[in-house]
């Protein structure tokens, strides 16, 4: 049984640009939710996609946007980059479509850091 | 406004003891409350969940509490380790599962 797993593990970029970040999700499991944390804070809940759509949103513009794809990985884009992006982005995989399915099981997350 | 409280402080123990984190939270009414772990520059790992009708769920050395009238939930790890030393997040079941902070438990020999 594979495990989630993310990349790019780190990236630089500078303001303006556009990232995407991506994830595999657990095997069998259909479910991928998007997290940002910020240093020395917890999760924030970005959004969840079941199925290919769209289950679910925080407090995010939209500029933060995803696609989830048939075998369940998932993307994660950003648009115009701010410095306030610079964060841990965590994928997590579960089975459900409920918004709160139970246990996560979270990746190691992608680094981005914006200058 | 909604908050999920955990002591930002860092939790200095020795080992053998036992470390009790807190995480108090306001005006959610959670179906359940999960606690994780997570290590510096990792991914947070999931430990125990325990639903509001439940007042106490074990795990080998741990131990989680529920309090849903002081609306509160204890985080406890018996027989303390260095191996234990990481950071501790509480979350909730909101209309999506919502994390604390965080707490930093240091535990030394």
């Known amino acids: 049984e594979t495990g989630v797993t993310q990349s790019p593990t780190h990236l630089i970029k500078t303001r303006g640009q556009q990232v995407t970040l991506r994830c595999s999700s657990q095997?069998?499991?259909?479910?991928v939710s998007w997290y940002q944390q910020a240093l020395g804070q917890g999760p924030q809940f970005i959004f969840q996609y079941y199925r290919e759509e769209e289950n679910g949103r925080g407090n995010f513009p939209p500029r933060f946007s995803g696609l989830q794809f048939p075998n369940y990985s998932s993307e994660l884009n950003v648009n115009a980059l701010e410095l306030d992006d610079s964060a841990l982005y965590l994928c997590a995989s579960s089975f459900g479509a409920n918004l709160v399915a139970g246990e996560l099981f979270f990746g190691e997350g992608s680094r981005l850091t914006v200058l | 406004s909604q908050k999920i409280e955990q002591n930002s402080e860092a939790l200095n123990i020795q080992e053998g003891k036992t470390a009790t984190l807190t995480c108090n939270y306001t005006n959610y009414s959670p179906a359940y409350l999960q606690w994780y772990r997570q290590d510096p520059g990792r991914g947070p790992v999931f430990l125990l969940l325990?639903?509001?009708?439940?007042k106490e769920k074990r795990k080998e050395r741990l131990k989680v509490t529920f309090d849903t009238t002081l609306k509160q939930s204890l985080f406890h790890i018996t027989a303390s380790q260095p191996a234990d030393s990481a950071t501790y997040l509480c979350?909730?079941?909101?209309?999506?599962?919502?994390f604390g902070t965080g707490t930093r438990l240091q535990v030394t020999l």
């Open positions: 325990i639903r509001e009708n439940e």
């Open positions: 979350a909730l079941d909101a209309s999506k599962l919502t």
């Open positions: 095997s069998g499991h259909n479910t």
